[in-house]
């Protein structure tokens, strides 16, 4: 009997890839490579059957800075 796996826990803090480009070498059905940055842990990159090697690549770019006035 081995250890049970450790459930996933988002990290605290803003999400900096949210709405940010994502890219794929491919994708499965509806799994397209935006579900990574889309927010929504239902939503997920799924690669082309029969393609082990794919991946996925999200473009974070700089933080946008706060233009308020002083």
């Given amino acids: 009997m081995g250890t049970l796996p450790t459930p996933a826990h988002a990290a605290e803090g803003p999400n900096l890839a949210l709405g940010r480009p994502a890219t794929a070498g491919g994708t499965n059905e509806s ?3 935006g579900n990574v940055t889309d ?25 946008p800075r706060s233009t308020g006035s002083r």
């Fill in 31 to 33: 799994y397209v490579a």
């Fill in 39 to 63: 927010g929504s842990q239902a939503s997920y990159w799924r690669a082309p059957t029969g393609r082990s090697r794919s991946g996925c690549r999200s473009t974070w770019g700089p933080v």
